[in-house]
């Protein structure tokens, strides 16, 4: 995984190159080889050396500890995972709106079977329960899916001109979705010419996130070579789907683990006061809209960074979160506030393969002289 040819017991993973994704997949390598889970947090206390780890992974494997999610009863109810729950709220909020519609345009060049196409398309809904629709906060039956699994592709031919083109798709992604009566999942065909097409794929944050695209494009990619070879589609059997994880995840809230995790963030939540941050100018107020800010690190910066975490024994990321914190705290003139960082939510190696919406935002409320000398991120 670090590539590296050899590894002392006592090594610190995190201090060879380790990082938070490699971790997980760290994980998920223990979970499949030894049948155990160990929690994420573990790497950042005593398991993130060999010998840390096997002192972990022994009394789970005699004790069988390890985390599963079982197939749901046939016809039990399907609810709404929390991420879909906020999802849902919001478009009954602003249902004309298009914050959340993802979006993907694919440029195909070369001979294309349309028919192929459209039965990989219906092939993919089948396999991934990510296109029905939700009625009073509920998924609807599959049969619905079934259905009508997508919008289904359309032959659509702009003038010829690029302009054209992104007009076309700019009104396609900005369309709303009926997420009560449709699928929340589009897919669009533009025929360019005879042998030049674009299809394009939208669909709503309700059913995906950003681990979603290239799964869906894996599996699309699969059916549609099986179609046009007239076999099944050569990939493996889901365990599970994301309506069992969405039963399973309504059973763990209600359970003592989440009531644990309660208590010990309960009373811990910021109070909201006024900020001393400077406004945009006399009197006048920007609109704050969503978005992403993006720029590199000198290479002499992000190195001394590097060297900063080392030095207390955490990450590069922890080094930067803590960096952060001072400068939040200089422009706010407070320190108690709470910082969110996203995760992929995909918390057994199951649900991998699955499209869905699992991500969500970690919020805490650390102080910056604790953050480099705790690597609990």
């Not at 993130?48 to 992974?57: C, D, H, L, N, S």
């Not at 009863?73 to 879909?84: D, F, I, N, R, T």
């Amino acid at each position: 995984m670090l590539r590296l040819k050899r590894v002392d017991r006592g090594a610190d993973f995190f201090m060879m190159g380790g990082d938070s994704l490699r971790g997980a997949a760290l994980l998920d390598q223990v979970r499949a080889v030894f049948g155990v889970e160990i929690p994420v947090q573990a790497l950042f206390e005593d398991a993130g050396t060999v010998a840390g780890m096997a002192r972990r992974i022994e009394p789970r494997a005699r004790a069988g500890d390890v985390r599963t999610i079982p197939r749901r009863p046939p016809g039990a109810p399907v609810p709404l995972s929390q991420a879909q729950a906020r999802a849902w709220f919001l478009h009954r909020l602003d249902p004309a709106g298009a914050a959340y519609h993802e979006s993907r345009l694919w440029h195909i060049d070369g001979e294309l079977d349309v028919d192929a196409l459209r039965a990989a398309i219906v092939e993919v809904a089948r396999r991934q329960a990510c296109c029905d629709a939700v009625r009073h906060g509920r998924w609807r039956a599959a049969s619905a899916r079934r259905r009508r699994a997508v919008d289904r592709a359309r032959g659509r031919r702009p003038a010829g001109r690029d302009a054209d083109l992104d007009a076309e798709v700019r009104a396609r992604v900005e369309r709303p979705f009926d997420l009560a009566a449709a699928a929340p999942v589009r897919f669009t065909l533009f025929r360019l010419d005879s042998r030049r097409h674009a299809l394009l794929r939208v669909w709503h944050h309700i059913v995906s996130d950003g681990l979603s695209t290239p799964l869906l494009q894996r599996d699309l990619t699969e059916a549609y070579a099986a179609a046009r070879a007239g076999r099944e589609p050569r990939w493996a059997p889901l365990a599970v789907d994301y309506a069992d994880y969405s039963v399973w995840l309504a059973k763990e809230l209600e359970g003592p683990a989440f009531g644990r995790v309660a208590r010990v963030g309960g009373g811990g939540s910021p109070t909201c006061r006024r900020s001393r941050c400077r406004r945009t100018g006399p009197g006048r107020r920007r609109r704050a809209s969503a978005g992403v800010v993006s720029r590199p690190l000198a290479p002499e910066t992000a190195g001394a960074l590097s060297a900063l975490g080392r030095e207390h024994g955490a990450t590069p990321f922890v080094a930067f979160l803590a960096a952060f914190e001072v400068l939040i705290s200089r422009l706010s003139g407070d320190e108690d506030f709470a910082l969110g960082t996203p995760v992929s939510g995909r918390v057994v190696p199951e649900l991998a393969p699955l499209i869905g919406f699992f991500a969500n935002t970690l919020a805490f409320a650390p102080t910056c002289r604790d953050r480099l000398r705790t690597r609990r991120c």
